[in-house]
Every structure is written in C-alpha cells, then in structure tokens.
C-alpha cells in the first residue's frame, strides 16, 4: 500500500489511483514509495488535487488531478470531460499555453468521479490582480501576457482541431443573457438571497443592446469563460503565461466577452472578504504599472487583430457584470441554505452581487467608455521598451528622445478620456451659452466638470514641482503634511512632462479653464508661487489653486507700444501704507469674468529709475473703488465670453502698500519669470489645436465628394495634409526641446529656444487650420464648427505674449552674439 502523507480527499481510493496513474499516465512512476495529495484551495469548482509521487530519494514527480464534485450535479455543470477536450485539442494542435493532458477516466468505479490528469506547470500564479510585490516594469509585462494569451486562445481555428462542434457559435450573448437571467430569477426571492429590481431591468438592457454580430455565428469561435489573471500560470521567471487553467465554462461563442470579463477588476473588487470595499482599480487608483482598461485591450486588440470594439464595448461589460452578480446571487443562496462551496465567505456574496448590479448600471450610464481609437503609442511593448531603458522616470528612452514616461502616458489617457466624456460633448453648450444675454455667466456645467477634474486628478497639471516646494515652504515652513493642500499642487511635473498633457488641453478652447490649467490664471499662479509671501499666497493663491476664483494680468495700454513693457505709464504712486494706482490698461484676458478678483498690475513706481527697475506688479482686487471695466474687446468677433479681454481704467486706486510683489522695481524681473513656461503652454496648447484641425480635415475630406471623388481622393489635398504633418511634427519637436532645456538651464538660458517655439507654434497651427478651413469650404469658416475660433486663438499668439518680431529680434541677436564668439 502507498503511503498517503496529506490529503483532504474524501473518497480516493489512493492505490487504485496509482494503479490507474501507473497505466495511464506517461512517466509516472511505476511503484511509488509516497504519494502526497493535496487540494489546491484556490477556488476551483471542480476539486483539483497536486500529486507528488515520490520515487525514495529526493526525485519526485507531479501532476494535477481534476474532477467532478461528489454528490448529485446539475447536468451541464462540472463537465471534466470537456475540459480534457478542449486542452487535449489545444495541447496537441496550437501554441495556446495549455498544461498537457494525458488521460480522462469517465469511470466512476476509480475515484467516485470522473476525473483527468494533466501536467503539474511549475510557474507563479497571481491571486491578486494588482500584482503587489512587482515592480511596475513586471506588472506591465503580466498585463501584456495576459492580453496576448488570450488573443492566442482566441485565434485557435475550432475546426481544424476538433472543436467545431464544442458549443453553438450563434446568438452566444443572446443566450447566455437568458440563462443567467434564469438563474438568477432562480436563486433568488423568498427565503434566497434578496432579489435585487435594478437586475431585471439590466436584463432588460442586455436584451435590448445585444450587438448584431452576436447573431453572425461565423465570428464566434472558441471562449474560455473564465479567462482572469488568477487562472493563468505564468513562467517562473520570465514573465509570460505557460499554460491557461479552468476551461469549465469554455465554449464557442462571443469572444469579446471573455475579454470584457477579464477586465472587471478594474470595476469591482470581486474578493469576498472586502465586505464593504468593491470598488475596481479604476476607482481606487491603478498601482503603477498596470495599464489602463482602454490600453489593455489595446494589446488585446492588436494581438488578435481584432477590431477597437468601440460600439459594443459597453455591453460586453454590462454582461459580464451582469453574469457576475448572478453567480454571487447564487452562491449566496446556496450559503442561505447551508450548501455553499465557499464556505463562510459566501455569506458577503448577496452584498458583492449588488455592487456588481450598481457598477453595471454606472458603467452603461458613462457617456463614453473607450477613446475612439486604440493609441498606437500607447502600446505595452511601447511602454515596455520604455521601462526597459531604465527607470520610469527617465524621460527619454531608447525608443526616442521625447518619449513620455508611464506616468505622464497614464495622466495623457484619463486626459483624453475626460476630454472625451466631458469636454467635447459640451462645447455646443458652452459656445449656446455665449450667444446669449446670458454670455457674461459661468455655464453651471463648467463648475461640475472642474470638480470631476479634481477627482480624477487632472487638477493645476502645470504645476511645476519646484514652485509647488516653495509653496509648502512659504505656507508650512516646508514641514506640511495637509493632504488638502497637497491635492492643489498639482503632479510634480516637470515643463517637459507637462507639454505633452497640454497639448490635449488645448485641442478645445473651453478645456484648459476645465483642469485650472487656463492662462492668465497660471501665470499669475505661477507669479504668486515664485514671488509672493505668505499673506499674499494664503489671500489670493490658495483660492486661485482652488479654482475659486479667477484672476486677470493687466500690463498693455492702449496709448503705448507695449510690446515693449518700458513704455508703461500706468503710475503706482505710495502714499503711507498705501499705493495709489493710476492708469488704462485693456486686453486684461479673464477680467469680465464674474468669478475675477484679483488683477496683477504692471505699473512704475519710480519714473526715473534705471529702465528696467521703474516697474512694479501690485496685486489689486478688482473690487476696488476706481476700478472700472469698460469693455469687453473682440478679436476677429469672439469675444471669449464669458473669460472676456477688458478694457480697464484704474482710477485713484488705493490699494495696500502689502500687495506689492517681490518689491518695488521688481516688475520686469517678475514678467520674465512669469512669460517663460506660460508662453510655452501657448505652444503646446496650440500644437494641440493643430492636431484637432488636422482630424476634422481629413474627417470632412473623407465625407465630401468633389469633381467625382473624396476631397481625401484629390492630390492637391494629399500634398497640403502632408505639409501640415510635416509642419506640425517639427514644430511640436522644437515645443518639446524649449520645454526640456527650460527644465534643464532655466529660463534665461532657454531664452533662445523659448523664443523659437514661440514664433514657430502660432505660426505653423494657423497655416494647418487656415487648410482645415479650406477643406470644410464656407463651413470652415462659420461658427458651425470650432475652426474659426480656434484660428482666432492662434492668430492672437503672434502677438500676445510678445509679437513675433520681437522673439525675432531675440533669436538673431542669440545667434549674432554666438557667431562673434566663433
Ligand atoms: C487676445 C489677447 C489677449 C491678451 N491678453 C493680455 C493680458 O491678459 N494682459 C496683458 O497685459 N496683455 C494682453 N494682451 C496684449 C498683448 O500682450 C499685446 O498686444 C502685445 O504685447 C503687443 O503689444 P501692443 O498691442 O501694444 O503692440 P505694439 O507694441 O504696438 O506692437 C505692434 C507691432 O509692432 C511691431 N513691433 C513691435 N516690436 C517690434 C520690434 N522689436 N521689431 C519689429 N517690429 C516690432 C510688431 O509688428 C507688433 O505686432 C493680449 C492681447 C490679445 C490679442
């Protein structure tokens, strides 16, 4: 008899099992002198036993053991003997990562049940979908195996191997949404688990939203059913999946479910004893590493070749939500009437099984669920090259100079997400807004969308980390731990990092107010964090930080050429504890709006000073006595209400002798502070804008025919579209390089570069939306669509912040000076 040193089995017969083993299974051994049998506990439905026979010595060998429950089973229930179907055909016929089969015994007489034996895989198993202990570089690496063996169970060709009659491809989601209805409708009610009515009405909605090509039985093929991180074996070292376990639920049908149900741990947190925690990763913050949904199945889709499922998405999810609470409505009945396999944990399955039902409801009521297209860029083997260059915090990597890190690809993703749930779907109500009587108020939308940018983490992006240290510095003698406070600072990026986020702000005129990312207010911001102290942070910044209230920057004047800032007459005159602020400025950007409070004016306090140290900044609340907005200005007919461009008076203006920033005669050392990042933010919004304009022309020249063809059909519009690329290319190259050597040798020896970008992003984003323009005819230049204003906003970057002469004037004298010292 062999000894049997640990089992929890209850009805093996271990000598006829190795009697069996010994004929049955090639290389077992033929006279084992132990046999170790031991129940894996992770939840297996069918009961899966490790056999470790051993030899004598230390040679021991092992396989796996899985069978049919014992008792009385529901008849398609626990079918061992599809299981050993489907791995033998894939084991034998395809690369599909499978454990090798080696026999299926339908005799009852051996163990109490039919049961198979299969190959024991030594690898790494992650129970735990956020993979803790990996370092991010691995978990990406997981994710992207992940992705890439389900598209390789995917492809498996059913009828070539064998499987062609494993289930009925046609109307899967149809059928499978009637019995999982059916189940629920039967473990639930009186004396089960409660019934839950927002479950009938998703069944409801499934029924209603089932996608067409589920009725196309040519597209269905083989399902694994079950297909998440926790039945995959990985190798031990490598990070790739060497066999796929659990096929007890494969079939044939509709292959996008298995990919949507190996994504709900981004939804809900299926671990039954997280009682009151079911919130997914999305909502309780993706560990570094993992990628997001929408890139996970970005791989998915480009590993299988599978198109971006970008209509039917929402159901596949809903479905498989919806499918997941019906199992846990039923394993909580079965805890209700003492028969649950899951033991005392079952008991918290009722309460899962409703935040599934509320997470499918929440995810069918988001406007959108997937970006349009799957980011190429965005890619895992993208990502991994990147991480495989070093640390993920380097910025540049072998894959190219300007390649975003993980984190700013990440913040980039949820970025162009809200721009797509939020943003854009409320431009039309924003410009309606503007053309009414009403134009000179916030539309109340604004306000939510900004709190939802605050949730997501997508707030004051442009902070850079060394104003934000001598934020908590001024405020907190560096010693702060207010989480607050520390949400208003903004994520630590660097000039660089930030270029390629704003860039996505700036493809509409209404979203960067969204992110408080607007200019003038990060300028200012930006003024009150270099050079303001602590009464004038804690008064006007924190509640600027907090997209509270608004602010405006008052420098040019209507009577002098301000491009040239030595010309400002405006008079800050002091008298006692006060100053008394005497001038016209206009084109004060922000100052109609109604949540505006706070001007900094640029005015002289010593007329006869040095040139550059007659000029000071004041912060003046535009509550004021002797205030007066006179008008909103226009330019080329938008007004940008309801932000607005004032004409403003200031009359005998008696203001604080505290509200002078830095000192007096520090007004231009100031202005050169400030002007560096904010005008590069005007570039990267504009590249941006750009590259909206460049997707509206080619979607107009692919819907409009001319002359008998698409205007995308005309050589004449292929040679422009191209030069646009070319031009918008080199100039976001040229954008990224200021930002980087801004970051790197500051502002005054970035001056050259700064100045560059300046004059080239203006420039190249009119020429691409002038041809935009062109394409879409009379339209382009209608308000019908954002081009005019967007041509507008850009048209206005050749002058403000510095006309382009000027920026001229400062790369040739570079240049001129350079070239002396040759
Ligand atoms: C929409 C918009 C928003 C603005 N927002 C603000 C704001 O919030 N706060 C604020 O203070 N200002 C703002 N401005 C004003 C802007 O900064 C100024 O218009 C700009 O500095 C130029 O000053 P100016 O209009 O007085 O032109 P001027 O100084 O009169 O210059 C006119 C032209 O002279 C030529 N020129 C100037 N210098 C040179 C040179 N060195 N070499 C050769 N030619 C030269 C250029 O062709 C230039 O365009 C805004 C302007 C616009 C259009």
Known sequence: MVPLTSASVDDLNVDVLVNYCSQHVHGFPQAPTHLTISQFGHGQSNPTYLLEASLGGSSVKRYVLRKKPAGKLLQSAHAVEREFQVLN???????????????????????????????????????????PGLAPIRKRAIYSATAKALASLHSADVDAIGLGKYGRRDNYCKRQVDRWAKQYLASTGEGKSPRNPKMLELVNWLQQHIPSEDSASRKASLVHGDFRIDNLVFHPIEDKVIGILDWELSTLGNQMCDVAYSTLHYLVDFDLDKVHQHKGIEATGIPQGIPLLSEYLADYCSASGKPWPLAEWKFYVAFSLFRGASIHAGLHSRWIMGNASGGKRAQNSGLKADAIIEAAWSYIERKSVLPQHPASDRSAQG?????????????????????????????????????????????????????????????????????????????????PLDSASRARKVLFDGSNDDKVFDQLLGAGLSNLEYGYLCEIMGRSVWAPQVFNCGAPDTGNMEVLLRYGNKEQMQEWLIPLLEGKIRSGFAMTEPQVASSDATNIECSIERQGDSYIVNGKKWWTSGAMDPRCKI????????????????????????????????????????????????????????????????????????????????????????????????????????????????????????????????????????????????????????????????????????????MAMQVHGAAGLSGDTVLSHLYATARTLRIADGPDEVHLGTIAKLELQRAAKL
């Open 89 to 131: 055909a894939l084991g034998a016929y395809t690369l599909v990562p499978v454990p090798k089969v080696f026999c299926l015994c339908t005799n009852s007489a051996v163990i109490g049940t039919p049961f198979y034996i299969m190959e024991y895989l030594e690898g790494r198993i992650f129970i735990d979908p956020t993979l």
């Open 383 to 463: 990502q991994l090259e990147h991480f495989n260059a070093g640390s993920i915090n380097q910025k540049t990597s072998t894959g190219g100079r300007f390649v975003p890190n993980y984190k700013i690809v990440e913040l980039r993703d949820r970025l162009i997400q809200f721009m797509e749930d939020y943003i854009y779907p409320m431009e039309k109500e924003f410009y309606k807004l503007s053309n009414t009587s009403m134009r000179w108020t916030v539309h109340p939308e604004e306000e939510k969308l900004k709190e939802i940018a605050k949730q997501q983490g997508l707030w004051n992006l442009w902070l």
């Open 599 to 770: 001007l900094i004016v640029m005015g002289k306090t010593d007329f006869n000073a040095p040139k550059h140290k007659q000029q000071t900044m004041i912060l003046v609340d535009i509550r004021s006595p002797g205030v007066q907005v006179i008008r909103p200005l226009t330019v080329l007919g938008f007004d940008d209400a309801p932000h607005g461009h004032a004409e403003v008076y200031f009359e005998n203006v008696c203001v604080p002798a505290k509200n002078v920033l830095l000192a007096e005669g520090g007004g231009f050392e100031i202005a050169q502070g400030r002007l560096g990042p904010g005008r590069l933010h005007h570039c990267m919004r504009l590249i941006g804008a750009a590259e909206r304009s460049v997707e509206l022309m080619v979607l107009r020249a692919h819907q409009r025919k001319a002359f008998g063809k698409f205007i995308a059909q005309h050589g004449s519009f292929q040679s422009d579209l191209a030069k646009c690329r070319v031009e918008l290319e080199k100039t976001r190259l040229l954008v990224l390089e200021a930002a980087d050597q801004l970051d790197r040798v500051g502002n005054k020896k970035a001056r050259g570069i700064l100045a560059m970008a300046k004059v080239a992003a203006p420039n190249m984003a009119l020429m691409v939306i002038d």
